[in-house]
C-alpha cells in the first residue's frame, strides 16, 4: 500500500525557517507531480507549489520565501520555507501525481508560527 510520509514542521518564530519532507513508502511507484498544499484553520485547502517536468510554480504568496526540492531517486518532495509568517500557519500536505493522474495524499503536518 502506498503511503506519503511527511515529516518536519513545529512551531517557528516569524521570520525564522523550516523544513519539510515527504517520502514515499510501501512503493516504488514513478510520480510525475510532487508538491505541497496547506489548509489554515477555517480556510479551503491551497496550493503553495508544484514541481513537474522540471518546473516549479509556487503561489504568490510564498514565491521567494519556500522552494520546493525532489529526489526522484528516494521517491522524497521537500519544502524549504524562509521567512515564515504567522500567515503561514496551517497544517501543510504533500501530494503526488502518477504518470496516469492517480493522487496520493500525506497526512498532513501542523507549521505555526508565532508572532
Known amino acids: 500500500q502506498v503511503q506519503l510520509v511527511e515529516s518536519g514542521g513545529g512551531l517557528v518564530q516569524a521570520g525564522g525557517s523550516l523544513s519539510l519532507s515527504c517520502a514515499v513508502s510501501?512503493?516504488?511507484?514513478?510520480?510525475?507531480?510532487m508538491g505541497w498544499y496547506r489548509q489554515a484553520p477555517g480556510k479551503q485547502r491551497e496550493l503553495v507549489g508544484l514541481?513537474?517536468?522540471?518546473?516549479?510554480n509556487y503561489a504568490d504568496s510564498v514565491k521567494g520565501r519556500f522552494t520546493i526540492s525532489r529526489d526522484n531517486a528516494k521517491s522524497t518532495v521537500y519544502l524549504q520555507m524562509n521567512s515564515l509568517k504567522p500567515d503561514d500557519t496551517a497544517v501543510y500536505y504533500c501530494k503526488m501525481s502518477t504518470w496516469s493522474g492517480y493522487e496520493y495524499w500525506g497526512q498532513g503536518t501542523q507549521v505555526t508560527v508565532s508572532s
Open positions: 510501501g512503493s516504488a511507484i514513478s510520480f510525475n507531480a
Open positions: 514541481t513537474s517536468g522540471g518546473v516549479t
